[in-house]
């Protein structure tokens, strides 16, 4: 039975393998090198404190017999350049990184920024019942727009967000890639 749950920071070291699967190539740019390892440690660094953008504060867990097996990590877009402040600052003191990054999101929306399933639980539908819950949590009880991007060279998590109810909102280049920004808005009545 799959559980949902808020992350902890006792959930570090469990997280960030399942987060780099979702941005290897983004962190590894980060941190001016391709070394697992050193990738995993920067993560559950972060993961493990409060106030950045990859905090336990932002993530929400899926387990499978008190495993975790997958994560979603979302925070409100207006709150991006406070939560990225922390982790530029260590890149320049602790990986001699000086990164200017661009804007991934936006006041406005609830930003999903990174979403993964353990290799060995995809395929029975983790990831789609953690979208459905932060559906239901943000956009159907708080009425807030749900935000996220998708690379358009994977048109199979695109056509998974647009069957959900994320519409298209527009093309943006982020990271070197090219990306398709999407919205999943609260119903207006009119």
């Known amino acids: ?17 399942l987060m780099l699967l979702a941005m290897e190539e983004i962190i590894y740019y ?5 070394n697992y390892q ?12 409060p106030g950045n953008q990859y905090s336990y504060e932002y993530i929400i867990v899926a387990e499978e017999d008190d495993v975790v097996v997958g994560q979603i990590c979302l925070y409100p877009g207006e709150m991006l350049e406070k939560l990225r402040e922390p982790i530029l ?22 930003y999903i920024d990174t979403i993964a399933v353990s290799v060995n639980a995809q395929g029975k539908g983790i990831g789609k019942m953690m979208l459905l819950y932060a559906v239901d949590r943000f956009v159907k009880r708080d009425k807030k727009t749900l935000g996220l991007l998708v690379d358009k060279e ?10 959900l109810g994320f519409k298209f909102v527009e093309d943006i280049h982020i990271f070197e890639k090219e990306m398709e920004h999407l919205q999943y808005a609260p119903l207006v009545l009119s």
């Open 30 to 34: 980060f941190i001016g090198q391709n």
């Open 1 to 17: 039975m799959i559980r949902i749950r808020q992350a902890t920071p006792f959930d570090s070291t469990a997280l960030a393998p």
């Open 89 to 110: 600052t260590f890149l320049q003191s602790r990986y001699s990184r000086h990164l200017l990054l661009e804007q991934e999101t936006k006041a406005g929306e609830v």
């Open 38 to 49: 050193e990738a995993i440690n920067f993560l559950a660094h972060h993961i493990a404190k």
């Open 154 to 163: 994977n048109p199979q998590a695109k056509t998974l967000y647009i069957q």
